[in-house]
């Protein structure tokens, strides 16, 4: 087996790992394992994107007693899968992250098929389990998704969800072993972060008495105040006095920049609305300079 990083897949009750695999693949049927172990099973995954490409495993645990070195040694990415319906959900997560002694791997995503509206119901609700994803650092998807009822209007900047959700988050991680790629597309990385830019405010502009509303806010709230408090960052990362550095200078390099750019989410969610645009800017430039892009391309940047 070669000596990769990996997604875990971890199961509770009779949820199936594979079907997390399928979905991840995007195929009918799941492929062969490459590694076929008692309770342990991987499948290799070769991440394209403009950015990158790394080659990582997808490994389904049964028995985390039975893996746990291995999963502490080469997991970069967690994904969870309960199931909703059960009324003792929270409790065997709970139990199965202390079984992981305080291991936080950078994606950790909770997956359930849908949760319910109803707060009061048996198993598990979406605001418990999004409240739960806020306090423990995860995120909650669901893989079939509720529509809401026609508000009216187009949502110009619709949300990502189910497995399309998951594979955004994989491709988005700074995998150990990823190779960069060379790029000269000014506008893709304007885009980019145009469209963070845009989807705040559009979620800002939503109906307060909406659930995901109050749960985005308090997502905000929480990561406000971590940033304002600590100025925490990754040891790889940039500070935000490093990062205004960067954006005065330019002299950025571009993996320490990719592997900050949760941060600078965090920091655009801060700013009033009129100034997420100006930062926007500043740091597709910052991205565009530490690639090497020519400085008279710089005009394609304009937020205008």
């Known amino acids: 087996m070669e000596d990769w990083p990996s997604l875990v897949i971890l199961t509770l009750h009779s949820k199936k790992g594979e079907d997390i695999v399928k979905g991840i693949l995007d195929v009918v049927d799941v492929p062969a394992p490459s590694v076929v172990e008692s309770k342990f099973h991987s499948w290799p995954w070769k991440i394209k994107n403009k950015y990158y490409t790394a080659d990582i495993h997808i490994s389904c645990v049964e028995c985390l007693e039975s ?27 709970n ?31 979406r605001l418990k389990a999004q409240q739960w994803c806020i306090s423990n650092r995860w995120e909650l998807i669901e893989l079939n998704k509720i529509e809401e009822e026609d508000s009216g209007h187009e949502d110009d900047f619709p949300e990502s969800w ?7 988050a994989l491709h988005a991680h700074t995998w150990s072993n990823l190779e960069m790629k060379d790029t000269s597309n000014a506008n893709s990385l304007n885009a980019m972060m145009q469209s963070v830019v845009a989807m705040d405010e559009r979620k800002a502009e939503k109906n307060e008495n909406s659930s995901e509303v109050m749960y985005s806010r308090l997502e905000d709230l929480t990561l406000n105040s971590e940033v304002s408090s600590s100025n925490h960052t990754s040891e ?9 550095e960067y954006f005065d200078t330019g002299d950025g390099d571009f993996e320490k920049l990719f592997s900050s750019f949760e941060q600078m989410k965090r920091t655009a969610a801060s700013l009033p609305l009129e100034h997420r645009r ?13 690639i090497g892009g020519p400085e008279d391309e710089l005009d394609g940047l304009d937020s205008d």
């Open 278 to 290: 100006d930062y926007a800017e500043k740091v597709a430039i910052s991205f565009w300079k530490a």
């Open 162 to 168: 189910g497995f399309q959700r998951i594979r955004q």
């Open 67 to 93: 893996h746990k070195e291995r999963v502490l040694t080469t997991c970069e990415a967690l994904i969870v899968y309960c199931d909703s319906h059960e009324a003792t959900s929270l409790e065997n997560l």
């Open 95 to 125: 139990s199965l992250l202390e079984s992981l002694g305080g291991f936080e791997p950078e994606v950790q995503m909770l997956v359930c098929d849908t949760c319910s509206a109803d707060d009061d119901s048996l198993g598990l609700s």
């Open 236 to 244: 790889d990362g940039l500070n935000s006095s490093t990062l205004e």
